[in-house]
């Protein structure tokens, strides 16, 4: 016979049978059965039972829940997802604890939680539909908080554009996560993590909620049908693993790669644009790995962008190269404005957090430092001589 607590977690299992359970049990987070077993293979825990005299024991692996930060990065990084199952009712009452799912964390969703790591790289989520004989894409960069979508003729231009945006998990439709020709290339040539989902919410309903408006005509998509779905389908999905609203996603743009000169996979292999193939660095002996002296992730992740989707426009270009040229001949200037920035954190990551209420002490401290460093960036141009530089600020 179980008992309530092992009801509770069958009950949240056949809920979120494609995760790892991380069971909250007082001070413990505890897997069970295939669970355990994952978690002894990859985070090498030992395993045990919780009834070791029953016909059948359950194997059991465990965590102290103070040990979550170091061994949920492991797990994720292994290509699972996890489910993490919180006590939310007084553990001092009679009655039995209630416990449910607070969120889950996947590749995608990891730096929500917590500054773990030195992080630059986008953490990119897509979405994937197939519409009116096109492939529609949504792309979100957690990071940034960037979300844009955009439309393909057919999937090999899809994936030339994947190749790019090396995104850490996938969402795809009923009719594509079918067509296993698709999953197959998604999985084995691009080592994307793939989740389907399904939702029955009216797509236009749920956007136009979303973001308060009552159309999409500032957006540029009033008339992309399948954009529009891709994009719900996506909202839909991160809603439902994080457990709450994301409404501090607040643009979502139209995205042209006519805009961009296109650099197709051999090409970006063959120059080690942003990740050396001989030596498998994706930092030394590449172009990005020369021409990054960025102070922030903010502007390592710019510089990356900018490499993979050089601009075509002769006068943006123009203009770049004429803000790059005020600092290089203003040399004291030019350090003044490095040295702020050197103390500027990942703004975006935190402000991330600081929206699902996961913001940590470090985090409002590192923030209070950044925006500091901004302010006086911007004095120092303004008690500069650079007229043209005051100009581009304002």
Do not use: C
Not at 4 to 33: H, T
Not at 143 to 153: A, G, N, P
Not at 265 to 275: E, P, W
């Amino acid at each position: 016979m179980l008992t309530p607590a092992m009801q509770q977690y069958y009950d949240i299992k056949k809920e979120y049978n494609d995760a790892i359970i991380f069971f909250r049990m007082w001070d413990f987070y505890e897997m069970f059965w295939e669970d355990a077993h994952i978690a002894h293979k990859v985070l090498w825990i030992n395993i045990t039972s919780r009834n070791k005299n029953a016909k059948d024991p359950e194997p059991l692996a465990w965590i102290p829940y103070h040990a979550k930060d170091k061994y949920l990065p492991v797990l994720i990084n292994a290509g699972y997802k996890v489910a993490i199952v919180e006590q939310i009712s007084d553990s001092s009452l009679k009655w039995i604890v209630k416990r449910e799912v607070v969120r889950v964390v996947t590749p995608a969703t990891l730096n929500l939680e917590w500054d773990i790591y030195d992080n630059f790289d986008q953490n990119i989520i897509i979405s994937i539909i197939y519409g009116d004989e096109k492939f529609w894409l949504s792309i979100l960069d957690i990071s940034s908080s960037k979300w844009q979508t955009t439309e393909f003729k057919t999937f090999a231009l899809l994936q030339r554009e994947l190749f790019k945006l090396n995104p850490r998990e996938v969402v795809l439709d009923k009719k594509l996560f079918h067509d296993e020709e698709i999953k197959e290339t998604l999985q084995k040539k691009y080592s994307l993590n793939i989740y389907y989902f399904e939702s029955k919410q009216d797509s236009r309903k749920k956007l136009l909620s979303h973001f308060w408006v009552k159309d999409f005509s500032w957006f540029w998509i009033e008339d992309y049908e399948q954009a529009i779905h891709a994009s719900a389908l996506l909202l839909n999905y991160l809603e439902l693993n994080q457990k709450q609203s994301l409404r501090h996603f607040q643009i979502l743009s139209l995205y042209s790669t006519s805009e961009v000169l296109e650099i197709d996979s051999s090409t970006i292999r063959n120059l080690d644009l942003v990740y050396n193939f001989a030596t498998g660095s994706e930092t030394l002996w590449t172009l990005f790995w020369v021409l990054n002296h960025t102070k922030t992730p903010m502007w390592k992740r710019l510089l990356k962008e900018n490499i993979l989707r050089p601009l075509k426009n002769e006068k943006e270009i123009q203009n770049k190269l004429e803000f790059v040229e005020i600092f290089l001949k203003d040399k004291i200037l030019l350090d003044k404005i490095r040295e702020k920035l050197s103390y500027i954190s990942d703004i975006d990551a935190i402000l991330n957090r600081l929206a699902l209420e996961r913001v940590s002490p470090r985090d409002l401290l590192n923030l209070k430092k950044s925006l500091q460093s901004i302010i006086e960036i911007i004095e120092i141009i303004h008690k500069s001589d650079n007229k043209k530089l005051q100009q581009i600020i304002k």
